[in-house]
């Protein structure tokens, strides 16, 4: 009853579906791929995006990422890390972005440290990150402050604010 428990959450305090993306790990999701399936489906259908969180940690069948109803692949911070020291994590996270444009989802990169490691993945065609680049985790109090004083950049990755 998940996604009618959440769509009714969603109704009791008048916040539009569409403004909600719940994210499932990786692993979580290969867990039950027809239980979790259903259970997406279902969410998708009441307008409530879902993202595969860690995606690239070694837990999903490729098979099964092109027929769960996702919203956006998050790459696990694991892979983007190594980016600025192995060829073969830049090969690696390049061909995971090409996949997920072909599928048409949106990917965010997990775990930016560097501008190096932003400019990299900006440059591959990842519309969205997130990381410690960017900002460490902040109260709630503070988020939207420090949101509204970071520079806009048509340029940089794109900002979602809640």
Do not use: W
């Amino acid at each position: 009853d998940f996604p009618d428990r959440i769509a009714g959450l969603l109704a009791e305090t008048d916040i539009d579906p569409s403004m909600l993306m719940v994210e499932i790990t990786e692993q979580a999701a290969m867990a039950d791929v027809g239980l979790v399936t259903d259970i997406l489906t279902r969410l998708r259908l009441k307008n409530i995006a879902v993202a595969l969180d860690d995606f690239g940690a070694g837990y999903s069948s490729l098979v099964e990422i092109y027929r769960m109803p996702l919203s956006e692949l998050k790459l696990d911070r694991s892979l983007i890390v190594d980016i600025g020291v192995s060829a073969d994590a830049r090969t690696v996270v390049k061909a995971l972005i090409a996949l997920a444009r072909e599928l048409k989802l949106p990917v965010c990169a997990e775990g930016i440290e560097t501008i190096e490691i932003a400019n990299f993945l900006r440059n591959t065609g990842c519309a969205t990150a997130q990381g410690f680049y960017f900002s460490r985790p902040l109260p709630a109090d503070t988020f939207r402050e420090h949101i509204e004083s970071q520079p806009v950049d048509a340029s940089a990755f794109q900002r979602r604010t809640a």
